[in-house]
């Protein structure tokens, strides 16, 4: 299977907001809403930031959120902050009864 | 909330089989909503699902690597494990335990919740 497509780098200033995008196909993002998004930190392991499309766990911060529209989901970070250097990978269910990540995105804060 | 701790060899050789175990703690292997599953880091890469179980035996796999994985659990420990067979340098990376929260009846894998921190195996000779 192959992975979801995401922009390889993003970035912005403090106080910006950003969006990261994750385009799928029909037979993931575009066939269910089980799509979610996770960040990386260095050196450590993934943090789960936003599930079922737009859902955010407790203790998630909310300047995250997410959205989807047709094979394309979306992550928006806004009032970017410097603790919020990091890689953030996309998920999805598909329709072969497996899970896909997509290729990650670095971002950076200017 | 859960916590998972992966436990294995940190340097396998090529042609041979790698084997790691996740201990749960914090949570019942048994929970209906959850299913147990690996996924993996090569260094400086992205991340890669490998393959998930569920307490009754039940085993989700990435089509890529279905040929060489097997998973299995142990729910009078607490416990699940990942074997890959015929490993190659390619299948050098950080390799994570994690839980995948499933839908009503578990029809439908939806996201990855907590993560253990990550065991770097390296396959050399």
């Known amino acids: 299977q192959s992975a979801l497509t995401q922009p390889a780098s993003v970035s912005g200033s403090p106080g910006q907001s950003i969006t990261i995008s994750c385009t799928g196909t029909?037979?993931?993002?575009?066939?269910?809403?089980?799509v979610s998004w996770y960040q990386q930190l260095p050196d450590q392991a993934p943090k789960m930031l936003i599930y079922?499309?737009?859902n955010r766990p407790s203790g998630v911060s909310n300047r995250f959120s997410g959205s989807k529209s047709g094979n394309t989901a979306s992550l928006t970070i806004s009032g970017l902050q410097a603790e919020d250097e990091a890689d953030y990978y996309c998920?999805?269910?598909?329709?072969?009864?497996?899970?896909?990540f997509g290729s990650g995105t670095k971002v950076s804060v200017l | 909330q859960p916590q998972l701790q992966e436990s294995g060899p940190g340097l396998v050789k090529p042609s041979e089989a790698l084997s790691l175990t996740c201990s749960v703690s914090?949570?019942?292997?048994?929970?209906?909503?959850?299913?147990w599953g690996w996924v993996r880091q090569p260094p400086g890469k992205g991340l890669e699902w490998i393959g998930s179980?569920?307490?009754?035996?039940?085993?989700y796999y990435n089509p890529s690597l279905k040929s060489r994985v097997s998973t299995s659990v142990d729910t009078s420990q607490n416990l699940f494990s990942l074997t890959l067979t015929s490993v190659t340098v390619a299948d050098t990376a950080v390799y994570f335990c994690?839980?995948?929260?499933?839908?009503?009846?578990?029809?439908?894998?939806?996201?990855?919740?907590?993560w253990g921190p990550g065991t770097l195996v390296t396959v050399s000779s």
């Open positions: 029909s037979s993931d993002i575009g066939g269910y809403e089980f």
């Open positions: 994690v839980n995948v929260v499933c839908s009503i009846n578990c029809y439908f894998l939806r996201y990855f919740d907590q």
């Open positions: 179980i569920y307490h009754s035996g039940k085993t």
């Open positions: 914090g949570a019942s292997i048994y929970s209906n909503n959850l299913y």
């Open positions: 998920s999805s269910y598909t329709s072969g009864t497996t899970l896909v």
């Open positions: 079922d499309v737009s």
